[in-house]
């Protein structure tokens, strides 16, 4: 390999997108927890120390929920990437946690006259869904096993009593008519 040829490869493993660190972070905590598997024998373990196995392989380690994170990458206006992360791994001073809320994937649509909020929430029922709009922010939240919020700002303001939801195999749609402006009402 010519030295400019590692110096290319030298910059591009300098190259982080905010999600390196985390990513490595994960990776390091899959082998660790890996080796660890790896030396034990499971006939040489207490009934207690089984018990607690068989439970944060339910809920995640020590209880605790388990980590959930990932990245939907759409291409924006003109082109320009939009990243959105989801999930309930949350980036904290004091090195990643993992929470027991989920932030679900969505999207907003701005369709003339109205908004469409598409919000992916699998393993939820749809009354476990709550939805209300305070100032111009809209949240949403699921109170089931599985444990979901989101505060979307809107870009406009709306009318709050056009609101319609549907719900069907995890997907929830909002739909909200914008409010009309002053004076437009008068053109029409």
Do not use: H, W
């Not at 660190?21 to 790896?38: N, P, Q, R, T, Y």
């Amino acid at each position: 390999m010519s030295r400019a040829e590692k110096e290319k490869r030298d910059e591009m493993e300098g190259l982080d997108l905010g999600l390196g660190g985390l990513f490595k972070g994960i990776g390091d905590l899959i082998d660790l927890v890996s080796g660890m598997v790896e030396k034990v024998d499971l006939a040489d373990l207490d009934e207690e120390t089984l018990s607690r196995l068989r439970r944060a392989s339910r809920s995640g380690v020590g209880g605790a929920p388990r980590g959930v994170y990932g990245v939907s990458v759409r291409r924006g206006v003109g082109g320009i990437p939009r990243v959105q992360p989801f999930g309930n791994i949350r980036r904290t001073e004091r090195g990643p946690i993992v929470e027991e809320v989920r932030e679900p994937l969505t999207d907003l649509f701005d369709e003339d006259d109205l908004l469409l909020v598409v919000a992916e929430l699998p393993g939820v029922e749809e009354k476990e869904t709550r939805i209300e709009i305070e100032d111009d922010t809209l949240k949403f939240s699921s109170t089931g096993r599985r444990k979901y919020a989101k505060e979307l700002p809107l870009p406009c303001p709306v009318d709050e009593s056009t609101l319609e939801t549907t719900y069907k195999n995890g997907i929830l749609e909002i739909r909200l008519r914008k409010a009309e402006e002053p004076g437009e009402a008068e053109l029409k």
